[in-house]
């Protein structure tokens, strides 16, 4: 189990922590987003460069969707559950509205920075896109040492980024503590959720458990995912960490109106880690103003649990 990630994600946490400054946090999202483009260039190249994989890369596409459903169907279920049970929504939601909580007042700063980073989405795909149809047409003249060194280096940076931005989001756990910490719940029935879909989804595919389990745990940071899936395993195996998180994302917007039909929490549950970001949008318009708080929160405290996750589960699979 490679202890990059500890290190670098460690190095941003501390210097987010104690670097209060606005300029440096917005420094380290405009860093992370140029860190971001050249891994998925570089992941896009790598796969262009790869045959085999380019020969697979229709299979790994509809593993990828089947992985993805089985994920959000996961953790839809165990929120359900979480919900029947130990965290009920709608009682959540006339508490926050007695103490006049939304996420408007809890959390504009990351509305913003919400708004600033949600055309990653875009950019991400169009990136690894890029880089696959690079490697594909330009492969006599693409050196692989060059970019794996690109990818190495950008990973790097990527790690720290994240963890500046980890850091610096101290505000979000004084909310956690005046809601109760039995909104933690709620983060714990996404995540084994979603490692319960990944299951059945490598049961039903016939795929090692540890690809399936571990693209379903990343609960839509695909650039976090994809990246330590590459690192560790190679290229067709990261592209599943890639792919099958993006596809939960678009698979969330796509099923909203179902998903708020099941339940308050199911269209929180779908978001998961994106939730903190790009998902934070769309899923507050469905579930409300007030629940857009406990949306937001619940995605921070899994963007903290993937980095950590990933390799903890990697290592149980491999035991």
């Known amino acids: 189990m490679t202890i990059l990630p500890f290190i670098c994600l460690g190095m941003g946490i501390i210097g987010g922590l104690f670097v209060t400054a606005p300029k440096f946090t917005s420094a380290s999202e405009k860093v992370s987003t140029v860190a971001l483009i050249f891994l998925m260039l570089s992941i896009g190249v790598g796969i262009g460069l790869d045959q085999s994989v ?5 299979t790994i596409g509809i593993h990828c969707v089947v992985i993805a459903l ?9 929120t359900v559950l979480c919900e029947k049970t130990v965290l009920p929504l709608d009682h959540l939601d006339k508490q926050l509205s007695e103490k006049n909580l939304t996420l408007s007042s809890a959390a504009g700063q990351e509305e913003t920075e919400k708004k600033s980073t949600s055309h990653l989405v875009w950019i991400m795909p169009c ?4 880089g696959l149809f690079a490697g594909i047409f330009f492969r006599s003249y693409l050196n692989s040492d060059i970019m794996d060194t690109i990818f190495t280096i950008s990973l790097i940076v990527l790690y720290v980024c994240v963890g500046i931005s980890q850091g610096a989001n101290r505000e979000v756990f004084r909310f956690v503590k005046r809601l109760g910490f039995r909104i933690i719940w709620l983060s714990a029935a996404i995540l084994l959720g979603s490692i319960l879909g990944g299951i059945i989804a490598g049961i039903l595919l016939r795929l090692p458990l540890y690809v399936s389990v571990i693209s379903a745990s990343g609960m839509s940071f695909y650039s976090i995912t994809g990246a330590y899936m590459t690192q560790a395993y190679g290229l067709e195996i990261g592209t599943y960490g890639f792919i099958v998180n993006v596809l939960r994302e678009f698979f969330t ?13 199911s269209p929180i549950a779908g978001g998961a ?6 998902m934070l949008a769309p899923v507050t318009k469905f579930v409300g103003v007030r629940l857009g708080l406990v949306t937001l929160i619940t995605g921070t405290i899994l963007t903290l649990l993937v980095p950590i996750l990933l390799p903890a589960v990697a290592y149980l699979f491999h035991l």
């Open 253 to 265: 917007v796509l099923l909203m109106p179902l998903l708020i039909k099941i339940s308050l929490g």
């Open 54 to 58: 380019i020969r697979q890369f229709g």
């Open 70 to 78: 089985c994920a959000i169907s996961g953790s839809v279920l165990f």
């Open 127 to 130: 990136s690894i896109l890029a």
């Open 273 to 278: 880690a994106g939730n903190m970001d790009t």
